[in-house]
């Protein structure tokens, strides 16, 4: 049964620093791989979708890697800003248009 | 882009009294959709699978009796809690599958829909 993990569950930094959320998945066998960012009480902000045939997307300061083989994802956020507040969450489809298999979410916190 | 929309955003309701939740796609048609809870800082959880014209699948552990989907036009399915007590109280939120080609498929998320049961 597949299962995504995220690390770390929270965390808090400085406004214009640089950091990273990692996805890990127990089966590489996916389709593809997506990063969503949800606000308190809001539905999801599709960020970034990964092909499972792709290593890599990037949408401005935002980047996403894919280590399918490793069963890994990472989403770097470049110069972070108090906006980029929210909780990030990663899925992955394991077949077209197949339910999305959810990690519990990084909660992130920048502080200006 | 393709849109959902999903009705209501946030209700509150009395024990025991049922809340139904529309999932509309506006500008495409859906034979799929999926229905998702998520309980505070939990992950989402796939509750069913809605096919037009067709029963929902129920993943394991949701009552089906309780959670009522319909899904009788190929822009619309609905969630109804049944007799919804304090424990239904979640986040629920809707995706639809956009089929353009037999490789061309993409999955649209609804704004979600926040139950509050007391």
């Known amino acids: 049964k597949q299962e995504v993990t995220q690390i770390p569950a929270a965390l808090s930094v400085p406004e214009g620093e640089n950091l990273v959320l990692n996805c890990s998945f127990t089966?590489?066998?996916?389709?593809?791989l997506q990063w969503f960012r949800q606000d308190p009480g809001k539905g999801l902000t599709s960020l970034l979708l990964i092909q499972s045939s792709q290593r890599e997307q990037t949408s401005g300061r935002l980047n996403a890697s894919l280590d399918k083989s490793s069963g890994r994802s990472t989403l770097y956020i470049a110069a972070s800003q108090p906006g980029d507040s929210a909780t990030y969450l990663c899925?992955?489809?394991?077949?077209?248009?197949?339910?999305?298999?959810f990690g519990k979410g990084t909660t992130l916190s920048v502080s200006s | 882009g393709a849109v959902v929309s999903q009705h209501p955003s946030r209700v509150i309701c009395k024990s025991g009294t049922s809340v139904k939740i529309e999932c509309r796609s506006l500008d495409f048609q859906a034979t799929t959709m999926f229905w998702y809870r998520q309980f505070p800082k939990q992950s989402l959880m796939l509750m069913a699978t809605?096919?037009?014209?067709?029963?929902?699948?129920?993943e394991q552990g949701v009552e089906k009796d309780k959670f009522l989907i319909n899904h009788a036009s190929l822009t619309l399915s609905t969630l109804t809690v049944t007799s919804a007590h304090p424990e239904d109280s979640s986040f629920y939120i809707c995706s639809a599958v956009r089929v353009r080609t037999a490789s061309n498929e993409k999955l649209f998320f609804g704004s979600g829909t926040q139950l509050s049961v007391l």
């Open positions: 089966d590489s066998a996916i389709y593809n």
């Open positions: 899925a992955v489809e394991l077949q077209a248009g197949t339910a999305l298999i």
């Open positions: 809605s096919n037009e014209g067709s029963k929902a699948t129920y």
